[in-house]
């Protein structure tokens, strides 16, 4: 009888760890990323945003704490669909997005996450070293508004500053 509620007890562990680390998995390791920036600029150049690639993976801690951090913060989450279309761009030990990463004057210099502002005609006009929107052991809300609202469209736009 031991044996089988021990091996239970095993059963549902295993389950709720994998159901977790499921829940995790914020970065499609199948996408075709290209693809995926082709229709984020397409979107983009119509809703005239611009597009925001967080490069990283699932396996890297600081990549799923930015990916929450902007999804449990109100303020933040608007920010972001308000001036980005978002593209997860998936770098992993199966696909380092070597082209892709070339095209865009390698960022992934900074670490992970990475993240590379497109324009909305994909011309990229900014890359990120997220470690300097950190505090502590999260990100820095402030730091983090400061960023989105700096290279937002409107930020880039001539008429923002014209008296």
């Known amino acids: 009888m031991k044996v089988f509620q021990l091996l239970t007890l095993l059963l549902i562990f295993g389950l709720l760890l994998t159901t ?4 995790q998995k914020i970065y499609n390791p199948d996408a075709d ?3 995926d ?4 600029i397409q979107s983009a150049k119509k809703s005239d945003k611009h597009v925001f690639l967080q ?3 699932n396996w890297c801690p600081w990549c799923i704490k930015f990916h929450n951090f902007i999804k449990n913060n109100e303020e ?4 972001m669909n308000v001036g980005f279309e978002v593209v997860k761009v998936n770098y992993d030990e199966n696909n380092h997005q070597t082209e892709l990463l070339k095209e865009l004057d390698f960022p992934q210099r900074f670490g992970f996450p990475v ?3 497109l324009d909305g005609n994909g011309n990229r006009i900014h890359t990120q070293n997220s470690a300097l929107l950190e505090q502590g052991d999260g ?4 730091k983090v508004l400061h960023f989105l609202t700096n290279w937002s469209p ?3 736009s001539p008429a923002f500053y014209s008296n």
């Open 20 to 23: 977790n680390s499921q829940a």
């Open 33 to 35: 990323a290209k693809k």
């Open 37 to 40: 920036i082709e229709h984020a």
């Open 55 to 57: 490069i990283g993976g």
């Open 76 to 79: 933040l989450n608007a920010q």
């Open 115 to 117: 993240f590379v502002i």
């Open 139 to 142: 990100y820095d809300k402030d």
């Open 154 to 156: 409107p930020a880039l």
